[in-house]
């Protein structure tokens, strides 16, 4: 059982930046794609971006350029740094991992991970 904890949520202004960390622990970390996907009110959870294993890195459109996904194995932790925070940005954050070390496409859908996190709250705003 793999077990996720998100942190690093708060209130920006628009155009500040953020980290969130999230922390695995009861698997191996090193082997999984881990992914960070967040849910406004009232909207499905959407997918943000991810890291695979091997260190490749893929995004949504709506943050490609303002947000960098990295990982850190020897500490079982990956990072989401988000940068020009826009008030469309605000929603519950959420990392996943996804166990399929064998998946040759990009996993981008909830369904393709296997473990979630509770979430950390992002609200940009002035």
């Known amino acids: 059982q793999v077990q996720l904890v998100e942190s690093g949520g708060g209130l920006v202004q628009p155009g500040g930046s953020l980290r969130l960390s999230c922390v695995a622990s009861?698997?191996?970390?090193?082997?999984?794609?881990m992914g960070w996907f967040r849910q406004a009110t009232g909207k499905e959870r959407e997918f943000v971006g991810a890291?695979?294993?091997?260190?490749?890195?893929w995004y949504a459109d709506s943050v490609k350029g303002r947000f960098t996904i990295s990982r850190d194995n020897g500490k079982n932790t990956v990072y989401l740094q988000m940068n020009s925070l826009k008030p469309e940005d605000t929603a519950v954050y959420y990392c996943?991992?996804?166990?399929?070390?064998?998946?040759?496409?990009?996993?981008?859908?909830?369904?393709?991970?296997?473990?979630w996190g509770q979430g950390t709250q992002v609200t940009v705003s002035s």
């Open positions: 890291v695979r294993w091997g260190g490749s890195t």
């Open positions: 009861g698997g191996t970390f090193s082997r999984y794609t």
């Open positions: 996943a991992a996804d166990t399929n070390y064998y998946r040759l496409i990009a996993a981008t859908s909830t369904n393709e991970y296997d473990y």
